[in-house]
């Protein structure tokens, strides 16, 4: 039986760039997390020690830091199309490239001073092939929450369920969203791709009256594929952040949906994918 190397990559991890760009006393600022995986004809670095095929992580870290300077950062998912194709153009033993970029947002308070936003994270992967390229943007910790307009009943009951059915509950989630786009040039650009898909996202949460989060889930894919041809396919994580009903009895007290402990954990993790039929295969998951 013998024993050969498998897949692999490797690449510069969490590089953070901040790009200002000053237009008189208006400045504009972009803050990025930027991660690198390379893949190619690199089996004899592992095998022998021989580098020459070897781009250095180092070389990876300063190219993002050139790149920033040289091009400016238009959007994650633009600056993320940059750094992929010139690492799989500029060596020939580099065949594939991905490239990973989590982008915090600032709220602006004035011409050039800013406040951390403390929303929800946005997010990009990029990969290439040396032929084809491909976009997948996202989001992650988008908190959303209703009140009412959501129940929970009819499921399986077996010897071990203790859990009572509702017809009001509250439904509380925090999105972790993962889109894909057709091509490399949504209309408008990424930035306002993303605004709308977002938007889409949340007006689908709103608008759906929840009878599982599995059904809300299927809705907010649903919209964004309504709403943006541009998209083909939309991976969603949420998981059921529970807000469970405090018996007030033992002070005389009732509780009519009103006082509820909010529970970090253990809870309920809901995923699936909603995709056009027509979707091209993905480059693949590597």
Do not use: C
């Amino acid at each position: 039986m013998g024993i050969v190397l498998g897949p692999n990559r490797y690449g510069k991890a969490q590089t953070r760039v901040v790009r200002v760009d000053r237009d008189g006393d208006r400045h504009t600022l972009r803050d990025l997390n930027v991660s690198v995986a390379l893949a190619g004809d690199l089996a004899a670095t592992h095998l022998t020690g021989d580098n020459s095929q070897v781009l250095p992580t180092d070389t990876q870290k300063n190219t993002v830091y050139a790149f920033a300077r040289r091009h400016g950062i238009a959007s994650a998912e633009e600056f993320g199309l940059l750094l992929a194709r010139h690492f799989v153009d500029s060596q020939p033993g580099i065949s594939r490239a991905r490239v990973d970029i989590e982008q915090y947002d600032w709220r602006r308070l004035g011409p050039h001073s800013f406040e951390r936003d403390g929303g929800s994270t946005r997010t990009a992967t990029v990969r290439y092939d040396g032929d084809r390229a491909e976009v997948i943007a996202g989001l992650s910790d988008l908190v959303l929450l209703n009140s009412t307009d959501s129940e929970f009943r009819g499921y399986v009951v077996d010897p071990y369920t203790t859990l009572p059915e509702t017809d009001d509950r509250i439904l509380a989630t925090a999105v972790d969203a993962r889109w894909r786009y057709a091509g490399t040039a949504p209309p408008g650009g990424f930035d306002a791709a993303h605004a709308a898909v977002r938007q889409a996202l949340v007006d689908a949460f709103v608008g759906t009256y929840s009878r599982s989060l599995q059904q809300t889930l299927y809705a907010m894919g649903e919209r964004v594929l309504t709403d943006r041809p541009d998209v083909v396919e939309v991976r969603l994580a949420l998981p059921n952040k529970h807000h469970l009903l405090v018996d007030l009895s033992p002070f005389d007290l009732d509780n009519p949906n009103s006082v509820f402990v909010a529970a970090d954990r253990p809870y309920g993790l809901i995923e699936g994918t909603v995709t056009r039929d027509d979707a091209p295969p993905e480059l693949g998951q590597w």
